[in-house]
């Protein structure tokens, strides 16, 4: 064999059992980390918000999470819209005026189960 052949399989190696690759290894697992909760509502956004909802209007929503929500939810609920309450339970918020771009932020948010229309 050529010295030529052997440089590919020598540089993986050196990558993937080296200092080097431990480190891309730790990099990419901090991404996960900081990046993952965004990522996962991201992809599952389309899944959270009643089509109905979806009319280039402001909407007045519904929100509702699988979970006994703290102060933090709260605030942050309160961001996307005007809070008006709550809906019936615990978990449920009411939201007025959420603009289209606040709805797609709100169904972006992994800890939010579901975004129904307001009755």
């Known amino acids: 064999m050529t010295a030529s052949t052997l440089k590919p399989h020598t540089w993986r190696r050196t990558l993937v059992n080296g200092a080097t690759g431990r480190l891309a290894l730790g990099i990419l697992l901090i991404w996960l980390i900081i990046s993952g909760q ?32 703290e102060r933090f939810h709260n605030e942050q609920l309160a961001r996307y819209g005007v809070f008006s309450g709550r809906d019936g339970g615990i978990r449920r918020f009411r939201l007025r005026n959420v603009s289209p771009e606040n709805l797609d932020a709100l169904a972006g948010l992994v800890w939010v189960e579901r975004v129904e229309p307001m009755q």
């Open 38 to 69: 965004g990522l996962a509502g991201w992809l599952t956004s389309g899944d959270r918000v009643d089509p109905s909802l979806r009319t280039g209007e402001p909407v007045n929503v519904v929100v509702v999470l699988d979970f006994d929500p």
